[in-house]
């Protein structure tokens, strides 16, 4: 049974406040992710400062090809608690691609096939960084490293079991190569989710990219009918933004 003035305590804070639709969905979520705390007679009120290691579960929800200012390769990610006092919080973070390929197996894809084997091609592939969107796991949120309104983790990362389960899942979808998993639009296995342009938010729940990308003309190459992000500058499309960053050394 749940005490009225827990419960109070953790929605005070809008008190005198016409809360948006986003505002009361972040609120159902972070007492729905701690409502054992509130069977325990805490408050769960919105994060503020980190007290403790904790470790969370996170879910990728967007990635973008960048390169650091050492000019290494990787993918700028957006992780969002699903879980724990920092709840529905979001994290950016800088991963190198070494970084991401090592985790990418320990996340449901292939391990990679070494160039002395003779063995078939990978089953399912790590090819890209944006391919980890939508993957879930967990982080160690660390005191030291939060600032105000930012929590944050260094590289303490694990899987569960039940976290893979939903990983293993969305890696069969995405390749479409085992029986009984076909893509939602029709399209072949040979059409990578990682270059397609429906976003799981919108159209494809599958998909690496929260909004359908739309196809406008592109000024840095000239395509007609370019694809873009709407979360990103217009100045270049989606193509032309990864091979920019591909190119730099």
Partial sequence: MLREEDVVESVRYLAGQTPTAEALNDLAHRLVANVWRLHREKPVPPWSVQLFKEWVPVEITACECLRNRHNRLGGLFTFKILAGTSCPLLIRKWWSLPFCRYWSR??????????????????YPFQSVDQLVRFRLYVLIEPRLCEPGRPMFDREVRVTSSLAAWNQSLVRWRFRVDPGHNCPQGYPASHACHRCVFGYKETCNIGTHPRDYVTEPCPRCGDQKAPFDPARPKDMCVNCRVKAQLARH
């Avoid at 320990?106 to 990978?122: I, N």
């Fill in 106 to 123: 320990f996340l449901g894809f292939s391990r990679p096939v070494s160039d002395r084997q003779t063995a078939a091609p990978p089953k």
